[in-house]
């Protein structure tokens, strides 16, 4: 084990970080393993919990003493995986980091390895500083994690699985981008399939066969309907989040038959819905389910949910929210649309925020960035909200 700390400045970290094409569909392993030999120090506790197919790994960083009964200290938390980046519109390697004058770019510069490099850094600097155990008197905690862009994967299996979940800190930053925003609610996501059994046969003999387009139809008209009603109900929260106040329904992909002299064996239908913080999943699953029952019956088909990520809503009155916003100096309410591993991390027991630098509608796309300007403000900002929570360092 090292003893001391070879720090990267935040950018060579983020160069570093960007420079791993650690695209979802990939193991996370050789990340995770250059962020674990970064961080080895003998004050620092690295726990690493693997997928169930031992591929991916989340990591827990711990500096500090361990949590107390209040569970004091403060989690940073941040996805290690990005989305793909095989848009034609990239002008250079997209793993690349590239300092572009106003901002580095890069796949994932945003969302989110810029904010994983400065919480990295954070912790890092703290324990080469001596911080360690000594100085703090609550628990500095990264939760790194992985698949979040399939659908929050590793969150969802941290929070099923990690022994020693409740002796973590209670309150956490999760790090997607909001332009430095602090946001205390964000929608969930439920995504499911319907599948419709027919039977194929030659065209020319359809009395051999059964058409499962044709069912699907009245599955389709009848979850249109529900869109339309969903976009007329009011909401919990609907307030917060003034383009979309509703439950958006996506009937979004459909799949079905192979040739048009054939009579179609199956059809499929992928559908996805925005949840309202404040509104439980179950329930609007259950909605579905009836709308399909009522228009399907005796027909063979099958529903089910293929995955989902839990809506994020924190108090206003909760004691990192109103300090974050008084640091930020920010005094209105600000909603995501999007869904987070901050979802699951709530339903573990923790009480999650959302604050980080750039902004998410560069994210996904080619030459995504981060503004250098922003991301050198964040480094300051979250020592101080470190230092409030876990004690030591240097307050602003
Ligand atoms: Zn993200």
Known sequence: MANTLPLLSDHELLRRLVSFDSTSRNSNLPIADFICDYL???????????????DKVNLVVRLGPEADQQRSGLVLSGHMDVVPAEEPEWTANPFTLVDDGEAFVGRGACDMKGFVALAINALARRAAGGAAGGDQDAP???????DEEL????ARHFVDTFDGLASLPRQAIIG???????????KGHCKMSLEIKGRSAHSGYPHLGYNAIEPMGRAITALSALRQRWQRDTCPNAEHFPQVPFVA??????????????IPETCRLDLGLRVLPGMRTDDLIAQ???TVASVLDGEDYRLWELNRSPPMLLSEYHALYRDLCRMMDQSTTVSASYATDAGWLQDGGFECLLWGPGTIEVAHRPNESIPKAEFQRASPLLDHAVARACGGGTTL
């Open 40 to 54: 080895d120090h003998p004050a620092v506790d690295i726990k690493r919990h693997l997928s169930p197919d031992g």
């Open 140 to 146: 500095l905690t990264l939760i790194l994690t992985y």
């Open 151 to 154: 659908g929050c994967l590793g």
């Open 176 to 186: 997607e981008p909001t332009s430095l925003d602090v946001v205390r609610l964000h």
């Open 249 to 262: 329904l996506n009937l979004a992909r459909l799949e079905a038959g192979v040739a048009i002299n054939i």
């Open 288 to 290: 579905v389910e009836t």
